[in-house]
């Protein structure tokens, strides 16, 4: 995300020294960068959610396994 | 031999530098052409990320036409800049599915884990629940076998008191049939006792009867020797019958004049008299004396008492005993003649000897 927002500020540094070339390809940069930070922040989430379920089934397993006789 | 093995192999590599040769050399866009390879290659990448692997081919195309076309190297570069960052944004995603999915596996897995401890509690506790159904019903059975063995055991042993009443009812009338047998049987016995008892007493009395009959037909015919000869010394006696019974006169001439010894007539008179009681030792005899009128009465009645006791002391001297022999002297009181005349004094001068019955009783004088 840090690399997102340095292209964005770099892109919008270009925009003003009128080299919107420059700018254009920082942005779809920035934009890209963006994404692949939503996207592991959505994949880290889930994958914090995935393993707390398992381990929330592991401990039920557990307790239902010693609550049968 | 040895070439021809080796030949298709390095045909093999020289396609692959070809391959890499028709793209013009591009450090970056390589990069991001190995890193689309290794995502495109990994079947969790492609399925779950279709859509951005997509767009990350896309972008290679468009950086390789560059690339070919003779466009700047920033261009190239910004492309397969582009490329690398999707080829990630791929990688991202299927991570996220991949465990988004985990989640609701693991979602589900709990819910069955919960489902299942629910359902074994239910199971558990339907079983337990047919369980003591299943007791229940065998002890209600236990419990009406129970019932209809109690019931059988009563109605067993009402019939056995029954049969057990009826028998000792049957053993009663077999004793009271056997009592009253018995008392046929002894009455029958007692009957044919009787019977025997009678038939003895009447052959006993038969013979009885015909014993007394020769008896009595001896006696008869001894009575009547016995009276024939009583009779006949009776007769020898000069006894009379008179209503005291027989009468013997002892004459004024077996006695001496105003004495008391007997003369020998007299004597032998009073010897028959002997005889005949010492032969019928039942018979007693009462002696009277009597005198005529002359004298005085006192003198008379002495004379007459003197007179009969001679006549008893004679008998007595015969053998006779004393306790059959009465005397009375009466004097002049009974004549049988008037005193007018010598002959009938003489006959009124008498000893007159009363004969008892067979008994012994003689009758009083009048």
Redesign the interface.
Do not use: G, P, T, Y
């Given at each position: 995300m840090n690399q997102a927002m340095q292209k964005m500020d770099a892109a919008e540094r270009a925009i003003n020294d009128k080299d919107f070339e420059l700018a254009r390809?920082l942005a779809?940069?920035a934009q890209?960068?963006a994404?692949?930070a939503a996207?592991?922040a959505?994949?880290a989430?889930?994958?914090k959610?995935?393993v707390a379920?398992?381990e929330?089934?592991r401990v039920?397993?557990l307790e239902?396994d010693r609550?049968?006789p | 031999m040895k070439l021809n093995q080796f030949f298709p192999m390095s045909l093999i590599a020289v396609a692959m530098i070809s391959g890499c040769s028709t793209t013009p050399q591009n450090a970056s866009l390589a990069e991001a052409h190995g890193l689309y390879n290794g995502a495109r290659t990994n079947a969790e990448i492609s399925n779950l990320a279709a859509l951005e692997l997509k767009q990350a081919s896309d972008s290679l195309n468009k950086a390789d036409l560059a690339l070919k076309e003779g466009e700047s190297e920033a261009t190239v570069d910004q492309l397969a800049y582009l490329a690398k960052q999707q080829v990630a944004i791929a990688r991202e995603t299927a991570k996220r599915k991949s465990a988004e999915s985990a989640v609701a596996k693991a979602s589900a897995s709990s819910d069955r884990m919960r489902l299942d401890a629910r359902t074994a509690e239910a199971d558990a506790a339907k079983l337990e629940t047919l369980s003591a159904q299943a007791t229940t019903q065998r002890k209600s059975e236990e419990l009406a076998v129970a019932q209809a063995n109690a019931s059988r055991n009563q109605r067993e042993l009402e019939a056995t008191a029954a049969e057990a009443d009826a028998a000792r009812r049957e053993a009663t009338i077999a004793q009271e049939n056997a009592r009253r047998d018995q008392r046929r049987l002894e009455a029958t016995a007692a009957e044919a006792d009787a019977a025997r008892r009678q038939a003895t007493v009447a052959q006993d009395a038969a013979a009885l009867q015909a014993a007394a009959l020769a008896v009595a037909n001896a006696n008869a015919e001894r009575d009547r020797a016995l009276i024939a000869q009583q009779e006949m010394q009776l007769e020898s006696l000069n006894a009379k019958k008179t209503e005291r019974g027989l009468v013997i006169t002892l004459g004024d001439v077996l006695f001496r004049t105003n004495q008391t010894n007997l003369q020998a007539s007299g004597t032998r008179n009073v010897q028959k008299l002997a005889d005949f009681l010492q032969q019928y030792p039942q018979q007693k005899v009462l002696i009277e004396g009597h005198t005529d009128s002359a004298g005085s009465d006192s003198h008379n009645l002495a004379l007459s008492d003197r007179r009969a006791d001679s006549v008893r002391t004679a008998l007595m001297d015969m053998g006779i005993g004393g306790e059959r022999i009465t005397t009375k002297g009466y004097g002049e009181a009974y004549p049988i003649a008037g005193n007018d005349t010598a002959n009938n004094r003489q006959l009124n001068r008498r000893v007159e000897i009363i004969l008892s019955d067979a008994n012994g009783r003689i009758a009083p004088r009048m």
């Open positions: 390809q779809e940069k890209v960068d994404q692949l996207a592991m959505r994949s989430k889930a994958n959610a995935a379920l398992q929330a089934n039920l397993n239902l609550k049968a | -």
